[in-house]
């Protein structure tokens, strides 16, 4: 895979997983205050967990995406 395709997923991929994060969040955040207020996937005393788990998953496709190793380093020269 080239830099520019790298680069294009690296935004791409976290970009899907944070309005899918939004969604949920918005509906865990609705079960809370389903008939007091407006529910906010921002609310983060209620979807803290929501977010930490999206982050992960995040962390862990960059990782997967920009970590070298020895043997790539070695098949290219």
């Known amino acids: 895979m080239n830099e520019p395709e790298k680069v294009i997923k690296a935004v791409i991929f976290p970009l899907i ?3 899918i994060t939004l969604g949920i969040g918005k509906i865990v955040s609705g079960f809370y205050y389903a008939y007091y207020r407006y529910a906010s996937p921002f609310d983060f005393g209620h979807t803290w967990y929501i977010w930490v788990i999206s982050l992960y998953v995040i962390y862990k496709i960059e990782l997967k995406l920009f970590y070298k190793t020895k043997n790539d380093s070695d098949q290219k020269k």
């Open 17 to 19: 997983i944070i309005v």
